[in-house]
T-cell receptor
Framework: NAGVTQTPKFRVLKTGQSMTLLCAQDMNHEYMYWYRQDPGMGLRLIHYSVGEGTTAKGEVPDGYNVSRLKKQNFLLGLESAAPSQTSVYFC????????????FGQGTRLTVV | AQSVAQPEDQVNVAEGNPLTVKCTYSVSGNPYLFWYVQYPNRGLQFLLKYITGDNLVKGSYGFEAEFNKSQTSFHLKKPSALVSDSALYFCAVRDKDTGRRALTFGSGTRLQVQP
């Protein structure tokens, strides 16, 4: 059981370049999330999805776009990377039941130079 | 808006001693509270949760947490720390008032267990 898988694990981008982070889950979860983790700030919600074909903004959405064309996949895009987007990105999935935990991927460490 | 606070950036404890990692929350109504652990270069792993019922919740790896409604706290505890418990710990509350149902995290507490 793979759970939540993120690709790639590491990436270095130059300012202005674009990239897509892929998240895949095999638990048939409706809810999927993208977070970024920065030192001393915990994890902050970038975008989320409550089902296939739906996406919505979280607390820090600027500079990012997302798509959920298939239930099991949630893509995070950076159209024009900036140094401020240097961070560790985590994808998570969860069922809609409030009393259940979310499951996290291993993270993507992104450096923008 | 709901929030959680972890007042300590770092907690140091000697191996074999009890440990406590503090968390306080601000939520309207009854909270859904979680603890996660992050080992170096790894994702977040679920430790335990409080939904309802007993105020003392038991979780993975010998950890437990005490829910205190009057103090709005959900402190993580372990009777005897191990060096392998050294990691980054996050308290989180699940958003139950909006459709997104996301986790809101504290800033994290780094636990260092000395041999």
């Amino acid at each position: 059981n793979a759970g939540v898988t993120q690709t790639p694990k590491f990436r270095v981008l130059k300012t202005g370049q674009s990239m897509t982070l892929l998240c895949a889950q095999d638990m048939n979860h409706e809810y999927m999330y993208w977070y970024r983790q920065d030192p001393g700030m915990g994890l902050r919600l970038i975008h989320y999805s409550v089902g296939e074909g739906t996406t919505a903004k979280g607390e820090v959405p600027d500079g990012y776009n997302v798509s959920r064309l298939k239930k099991q996949n949630f893509l995070l895009g950076l159209e024009s990377a900036a140094p401020s987007q240097t961070s560790v990105y985590f994808c998570a999935s969860a069922s809609g039941q409030l009393n259940t935990e979310a499951f996290f991927g291993q993270g993507t460490r992104l450096t923008v130079v | 808006a709901q929030s959680v606070a972890q007042p300590e950036d770092q907690v140091n404890v000697a191996e074999g001693n009890p440990l406590t990692v503090k968390c306080t929350y601000s939520v309207s109504g009854n909270p859904y509270l979680f603890w996660y652990v992050q080992y170096p270069n790894r994702g977040l792993q679920f430790l335990l949760k409080y939904i309802t019922g007993d105020n003392l919740v038991k979780g993975s790896y010998g950890f437990e947490a005490e829910f205190n409604k009057s103090q709005t706290s959900f402190h993580l505890k372990k009777p005897s720390a191990l060096v392998s418990d050294s990691a980054l710990y996050f308290c989180a509350v699940r958003d139950k008032d909006t459709g997104r149902r996301a986790l809101t995290f504290g800033s994290g507490t780094r636990l260092q267990v000395q041999p």
